[in-house]
């Protein structure tokens, strides 16, 4: 595990493994914690990378940086870090909004595109008003864990999320920067790339949980990539890694072999056979 200084933030990193290089992004709020057991299940078979953004984890709390075009540049920096020219990329939730905004700026860094329960490419529907996001910060700031807690004991479906693991997510919300809390709402509602899509050209793989909210605009993101798979997960919330993680590790892995599988490509080869 180490640190290196990009543009201006010291950003956590760990790499482990070797092969192709996949980068796993974590979402809003977040950490490497969320991607642990896929880099866990294939770090045998591809080089993993793990990184934190400015503001979260064990990253640097900057005074500012807190937008979806930063943390792409920031990936792209980590890249040129590592001496790496092109990486398969993963991003959960907000981390799939950095992925699309790499898609469509630095396509050129990427060989393929992984997209877990990623944030609507037209962006989230509604900004929280200012009452709920100043006692969110205010929660923060007197570390009041039970504020956070109780909605997601209120959500959880699942016996084999823990409590363990529900804690540990409420000490991510409760260490992230105020920078990272409020921006990150704020680029994830101004993200507006939906009708860019059609010109993503890399190879796409959306995972999607069935009982994730954002299930309906994952699916609808989906039918706008050119060159895209889809992959749900029927017992998987927006935690797509928590709930199924070997199911996740597994589409991961048979997507980075056989590259983006459709009916149309299908249909497409039986054609020029015939």
Known sequence: ???????GANLWYHVSGKGQPLLLHHGYTASHVNWQPIADRLED??????????????SEHTEDGYNLNQYAEDVV???????????SF????MGGGIGYTLALKHAQRLENLILMAPIPARGIANL??????????AA???????????????TRFRDDVTDEWLQSRVDHLLGVSEGHLLGGIKTM????VEDQLHTIQTPTLMIAGGVDGLLEANLRDYALLPDASLHVLSRAGHEVAIHEPDAVADAINQFLIHGPITAA???ARAEEKS
Request: with cysteine; hydrophobic share 40%; charged share 25%.
């Open 128 to 137: 929280p008003d200012d009452a709920m996001i100043q006692a969110r910060l």
């Open 1 to 7: 595990m180490a640190t290196a200084h990009i543009n």
């Open 77 to 87: 920096g980590m890249l040129d870090h590592l001496g790496i020219n092109k990486v």
């Open 140 to 154: 923060r700031n007197r570390g009041d864990r039970d504020y956070f807690l109780k909605d997601m004991l209120a």
């Open 45 to 58: 078979k591809y080089q993993i990378i793990l990184m934190e953004c400015r503001g979260t984890g064990q």
């Open 90 to 93: 993963a991003g959960h939730s």
């Open 189 to 192: 509602y101004a993200l507006d």
């Open 265 to 267: 490509k299908v249909l």
